[in-house]
């Protein structure tokens, strides 16, 4: 059984930071890419960041340097580091595993970004 619980979520102010971790199990953590979604009410789902079995790493556009998502295989692991956090990233933060034939997802954890 797959399994991706993600931690790290909650208030910050304008302009902080947060740092979100997402334990994989039931999955080859080592050979899977990674990645982080977001949804905010009434938008859909996009695309924050993903990091290949290889650490390659591609972010949403409106990322613009100031998040860094990294993989800990040892751990089973990924991390989504979040720096200079405004209102408009106040959304529901997902872990996604993408595999052959499916997605998998974590229940997710919400960003609260007060102004």
């Known amino acids: 059984q797959v399994q991706l619980v993600e931690s790290g979520g909650g208030l910050v102010q304008a302009g902080g930071s947060l740092r979100l971790s997402c334990v994989a199990s039931g999955i080859s953590f080592r050979s899977n890419a990674m990645s982080w979604y977001r949804q905010t009410p009434g938008k859909q789902r996009e695309l924050v960041a993903l990091i290949t079995n290889n650490d390659r790493t591609r972010y949403g556009d409106f990322v613009k340097g100031r998040f860094t998502i990294s993989r800990d295989n040892a751990k089973n692991t990924v991390y989504l580091q979040m720096n200079s956090l405004q209102p408009q990233d106040h959304a529901v933060y997902y872990c996604?595993?993408?595999?052959?034939?499916?997605?998998?997802w974590g229940q997710g954890t919400q960003i609260t970004v007060s102004s």
């Open positions: 996604t595993a993408p595999t052959p034939g499916t997605i998998y």
